[in-house]
Each structure stands twice: as structure tokens, then as C-alpha cells.
């Protein structure tokens, strides 16, 4: 690890970036930890209504610093949101054992109630980065509360799932995660999906990967890896209590598509309409890029995904008008 290394904004002589965490729980204060390791911005704001828990988390960042990255990290209020780039969001309840993320739906939803007019107030400018969950019913809400247009709401989606799904596949085929094109979209949640129908290893289908390199397809098999993807979360929070790696880094990497202004297509949720459902976050490839998260792609699925896809939407959508957000 370097030392004192100089945060790439401040070395590239750019306006230093500011990032605001909402929620210094076990994924604010491991994701402020990740952007601090980053080096990419200059300035983190941690913010939380326990302020005990926050002044600890910034004192403990505040020391890594001098090892790292010359990054100043402290502990403020929704006025210091002004001028920052990106409030992520990751305030609010989690999974107990045994609960699912829409178990979170109505408690969470009274949090952004709170949280989103105050960073609006004080940083109208932003990119608003959702965590908390249900990530895609508070995306949906958090856009409404906002009045940001849809693309400065961003809620980090299916990004984990399909880096979960990536690890198991190539786990599966003893091949690098980075080799395999494949991803999940919907909920970010129980009614999530694998697109199998364009899922592919060094750009051939997996079918014909698998014919190539003598190995059998079976797709039971690939039905085992999704389900063992999509049960992750509570197969972790069973042991460990939480989950923050994972989703610390997906946080990261949205900052990263972000603030370098990549156009990477990553699949993050944000309000749109999805075959046939209206006006729903819910997560496919989306191009993201400094100005937020767009929708470039229409996606050739098969019926059976478009039904479910359409499900999953639906899903989100009526959890969203139960809590009176129609
Ligand atoms: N989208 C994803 O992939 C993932 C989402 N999550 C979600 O992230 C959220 C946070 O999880 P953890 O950090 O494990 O929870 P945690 O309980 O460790 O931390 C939550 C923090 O939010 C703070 N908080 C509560 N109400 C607040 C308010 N009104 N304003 C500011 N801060 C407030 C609490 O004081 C606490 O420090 C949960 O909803 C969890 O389900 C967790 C992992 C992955
Ligand atoms: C908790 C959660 O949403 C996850 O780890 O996927």
C-alpha cells in the first residue's frame, strides 16, 4: 500500500471531490473505507443520526489517511452535502435472519422521507447513490421525493448479484470473472433473474463455450449457481449478520464510472419504464457516466425472461403504491 499517497483529483490539479455517506453502519463506514483506499476523491462527509457511531468511524478512517491517501474524512450534517458530487445512501434498517429486503420496505421508506429533502436542500446538484434497502422501492421513492430527473437517482441494483453470479460461474468453470459475460437484472431481491439467453464466456454462449472446451452444458446446474447467488445475502447474514464488502465495492465502482466519466454499462437501477411497466427502478445495463445513469440498451430477452423481467417490476411497483408512492 502506498503512503501519503496523493489523491488523483488533487494530483490531476481538478476541483477536489467531495462524497457524502449517509449511514455509517457496517456499509457506510466499509464503503467510506473502500472510496478512502481509492484515492479518487478528496473529501469524504460521514453523516448518521447516531453521531457517537459516526465520530468513531471518521476518527478510525481519519488514521488509516497518513498510510494511505491524503483524503480528509469527517463527521457533519446535511449542509455539508453542498457542492458534493455524490451522496451515497446507505442509512436505515437491515436483515435480521430470516427476513427479506421488502420486510425493510416501510420502515426504510420513512427514513428517506427524512434523509433525501435535506441533501436536495443543501446539494440539488448531486448524483443520488442508493444502498438501503429495498434498493429499488427506495430508488423509486427517493426519485419522487427528489425531483431529480431519473438519471441523478441511482440505486446500485443487480451490480452485486452479478458480480455474485460472475464469481460462481467461474468458480464453476474454473475460468476468471472477468472472462464471463453474464449478469442479473430485475429486483435487486427475491424476483431477481440471470439472463442465461445472453450470458457468455469470451463472447461465445455458454452452450457453445462449453461445446468448444469439451465440458457438458447443464443447465441444471447454472439453475443451482442463480439460486445460490440470489439466496447469498441471506446465506451471509445467517453467520456473519451483514453483508458490506460486497456492496462496498459495487458503491466504489459506481463512483468510479462516475467521477472518470467512463460510460461503462453496469446494471444499477433507475426509474424508467421496462416492458410494459411504467415508471418503476428496477435494474438493467445502464451507461453511466459523470452525468448519472442512462438507458442506451433495449435488451433482446427471451419470452420466459421478459415475464419474469415483468414480474420483478410489477413486484417493485405495488410495494412502492402499498407505501402511498404510486
Ligand atoms: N443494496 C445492497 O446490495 C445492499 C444493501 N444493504 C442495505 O444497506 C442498509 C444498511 O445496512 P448496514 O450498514 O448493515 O446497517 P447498520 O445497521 O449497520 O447501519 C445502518 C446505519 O444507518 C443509520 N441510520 C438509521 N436511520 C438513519 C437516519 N434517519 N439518518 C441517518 N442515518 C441513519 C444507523 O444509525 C446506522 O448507523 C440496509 O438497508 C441493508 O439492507 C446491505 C448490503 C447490501
Ligand atoms: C443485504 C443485501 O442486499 C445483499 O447483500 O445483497
Known amino acids: 500500500m502506498a503512503q501519503n499517497k496523493e489523491s488523483s483529483t488533487m494530483k490531476a490539479g481538478l476541483n477536489p471531490v467531495k462524497v457524502v455517506v449517509v449511514g455509517t453502519g457496517s456499509v457506510g463506514s466499509t464503503t467510506a473505507y473502500t472510496l478512502l483506499l481509492s484515492g479518487m ?3 469524504i462527509v460521514l453523516i448518521d443520526i447516531n453521531k457517537d457511531k459516526a465520530d468513531g468511524e471518521g476518527m478510525d478512517l481519519n488514521h488509516a489517511a497518513p498510510m494511505t491517501t491524503d ?3 469527517y463527521v457533519g450534517d446535511y449542509p455539508d452535502c453542498a457542492n458534493a458530487a455524490i451522496v451515497i445512501i446507505t442509512g436505515g434498517a437491515n436483515q435480521k435472519p430470516g427476513q427479506t429486503r421488502m420486510d425493510l420496505a416501510a420502515k426504510n421508506a420513512k427514513i428517506m422521507q427524512e434523509i433525501i429533502p435535506n441533501i436536495v436542500k443543501n446539494a440539488p446538484d448531486t448524483i443520488l447513490l442508493l444502498a438501503t434497502n429495498p434498493v429499488d422501492v427506495l430508488t423509486s421513492i427517493s ?3 427528489s425531483g431529480f430527473p431519473a438519471s441523478r437517482v441511482i440505486g446500485s441494483g443487480t ?5 455474485r453470479l460472475r464469481y460462481n460461474l467461474s468458480k464453476y468453470y474454473n475460468i476468471s470473472s472477468e472472462s464471463i459475460g453474464a449478469f442479473i437484472i430485475g429486483e435487486h431481491g427475491d424476483s431477481e433473474l440471470p439472463v442465461w439467453s445472453l450470458a457468455s464466456i469470451a463472447g461465445m454462449r455458454l452452450r457453445d463455450y462449453c461445446e468448444k472446451s469439451n ?9 443451482k449457481i442463480f439460486e445460490k447467488t440470489r439466496s447469498a445475502a441471506y446465506d451471509i447474514i445467517k453467520r456473519k449478520g451483514y453483508t458490506a ?3 462496498a465495492a459495487g458503491l466504489v465502482r459506481i463512483v468510479e464510472t462516475i467521477l472518470k466519466n467512463e460510460g461503462s454499462l453496469l446494471t444499477v437501477s433507475t426509474v424508467g419504464d421496462y416492458f410494459g411497466v411504467k415508471q418503476v ?4 445495463p445502464t451507461k453511466v457516466d459523470r452525468t ?5 440498451v433495449g435488451l433482446s430477452l427471451d419470452d420466459n425472461e421478459i415475464e419474469e423481467v415483468k414480474k420483478s417490476g410489477q413486484n417493485i411497483k405495488s410495494v412502492c403504491s402499498r407505501l402511498g408512492f404510486d
Open 245 to 247: 464488502y460486497g456492496i
Open 159 to 163: 451490480l452485486l448479484d452479478s458480480a
Open 281 to 284: 427502478a428496477l435494474s438493467v
Open 292 to 296: 448519472g445513469a442512462h438507458h442506451i
Open 41 to 43: 476523491v478528496a473529501e
Open 215 to 223: 465440458q457438458k452444458f447443464d443447465q441444471d446446474a447454472l439453475e
Open 71 to 73: 483524503c480528509r474524512v
Open 143 to 145: 426519485y419522487k421525493l
